[in-house]
């Protein structure tokens, strides 16, 4: 197969958003959810999320590949 890698990273985040939504429902829906805990860890992975990312750009803004700097 001939799939580029951003098609392939995409394919498998959709696939990935779905088998979480449907495990948090199973959950929910037998009441083994702790809400406050669940916004507050949402609330702070969006915000952090992108910073987690920031060092997987090359040096000069190409996020062409991985490149971690300490």
Not at 9 to 32: E, P
Not at 45 to 53: C, E, V
Request: net charge positive; aromatic share 8%; proline share 4%.
């Amino acid at each position: 197969m001939k799939i580029g890698q951003h098609k392939a990273n995409g394919t498998s985040l959709v696939a990935l958003v779905f088998t979480g939504i449907s495990g948090a429902l199973t959950y929910a829906l037998n009441s083994s959810v702790d809400i406050t805990a669940s916004i507050l860890l949402a609330s702070t992975a969006k915000f952090t999320a992108r910073a987690g990312a920031l060092p997987t750009r090359f040096p000069n803004g190409n996020s062409r590949g991985p490149s971690v700097r300490f």
